[in-house]
């Protein structure tokens, strides 16, 4: 099964970070990815721009409407995201207390589409 490990940031986090505080947070995140690596978990991740810098598309009567800003009002940014194959929500749950905490992850299962 795969599984999202979305990452959560606070509102504005990476706009107040020294260089410092950046490089430390880049390298807890490679030391997740070598953790992933030595399990054998089949893994892929990116991290995101802040919501600031985010469209999204709202349904209306006229079709798709563009708005600036997030679909939600959150207190958080989704910062990045991890996507992992393992084989149960206990697992990924598992795995992901290996990952940077920020602001906090939430675990959710890839719905498999069927073909």
């Known amino acids: 099964m ?8 606070p509102e504005n986090y990476w706009d ?3 260089e410092e505080e950046m490089g430390a947070a880049l390298a807890e995140h490679a030391a997740f990815a070598q953790y992933l690596q030595k399990q054998g978990i089949a893994f892929s991740g990116e991290a995101l721009k802040p919501a600031k810098e985010a469209r999204s598309l709202r349904p209306s009567d006229r079709g798709p409407v563009s708005a600036d800003g997030p679909f939600v009002t959150l207190r958080q940014d989704l910062a990045g995201f991890y996507l992992i194959e393992c084989a149960d929500l206990d697992e990924a749950e598992e795995i992901a ?3 940077p905490l920020g ?3 939430e675990i959710r299962p890839v719905w498999d589409a069927p073909s």
Not at 2 to 9: E, G, I, R, S, V
């Open 103 to 105: 602001a906090g992850i």
């Open 2 to 9: 795969k599984f999202a490990l979305l990452l959560f940031d």
């Open 97 to 99: 207390r290996h990952c």
């Open 16 to 18: 107040s970070v020294s």
